[in-house]
């Protein structure tokens, strides 16, 4: 059966702390994972897509890494702006292009 | 670019009267879109795949004939709640599928049924 789950649930951080969230997957013919933040009482935002072991993607001060079995968002330097629950969702439809969704990590970057 | 709208962002309605949800993508042409609920502190959860010119495609356990959905444009897909009860009350989000495999999502609709 197709899963993923998502560490830790909760992450607290000091501002300029850096660190990293897990996402493990276990899908088959995997065509993609996605990462994604979501704000309280909002839509999802598209932050990457890794498509192959080994790929890294990076934005501001996020880098989405990709390795067989997991995924990592690395958090550098976290401002209090960056707190928001983040998602990652395998793309395992195939040519549905269905996404499961972790329940997500909910980051709090304290100033 | 990819900006998905919803309307409305918020809607109070009485138990037994139908809600609808329009879905948006307003700089791009969507032939997928998804809708999805969410519950608090819950991750999002696929209630279907609609395909412009065609019937949508429901999850397992999502109910056809209580969550209608019509895709008539490359732009607009809509959710309507027939007959909504209380535990229909949930966040709906949609997303609209660019490209080849990128979903971009709407900001969502509250629903509170009463």
């Known amino acids: 059966e197709d899963q993923v789950t998502q560490s830790p649930e909760a992450l607290r951080l000091q501002e300029g702390e850096s660190s990293s969230l897990n996402c493990s997957y276990t899908?088959?013919?995997?065509?993609?994972l996605f990462w994604y933040r979501q704000d309280p009482g909002k839509g999802p935002e598209f932050l990457f897509t890794?498509?192959?072991a080994g790929e890294e993607k990076e934005k501001e001060r996020l880098k989405a890494t990709l390795t067989k079995k997991e995924s990592f968002l690395h958090i550098t330097a976290p401002k209090p702006e960056d707190s928001a629950t983040y998602l990652c969702?395998?793309?395992?439809?195939?040519?549905?292009?269905?996404?499961?969704f972790g329940t997500g990590t909910l980051l709090a970057v304290q100033p | 670019g990819a900006v998905v709208s919803q309307h409305p962002s918020r809607v109070i309605c009485k138990s037994g009267t139908s809600v609808k949800i329009e879905c948006r993508s307003l700089d791009f042409q969507a032939t997928t879109m998804f809708w999805y609920r969410q519950f608090p502190k819950k991750s999002l959860m696929l209630m279907a795949t609609s395909n412009e010119g065609s019937k949508a495609t429901y999850e397992q356990g999502v109910e056809k004939d209580k969550f209608l959905i019509n895709h008539a444009s490359l732009t607009l897909s809509t959710l309507t709640v027939t007959s909504a009860h209380p535990e229909d009350s949930s966040f709906y989000i949609c997303?609209?599928?660019?490209?080849?495999?990128?979903?971009?999502f709407g900001p969502g609709t509250r629903l509170t049924v009463l």
């Open positions: 969702a395998p793309n395992y439809g195939g040519a549905t292009n269905k996404l499961i």
């Open positions: 997303s609209a599928l660019l490209a080849s495999d990128t979903q971009y």
């Open positions: 890794l498509y192959s």
């Open positions: 899908v088959s013919g995997l065509r993609g």
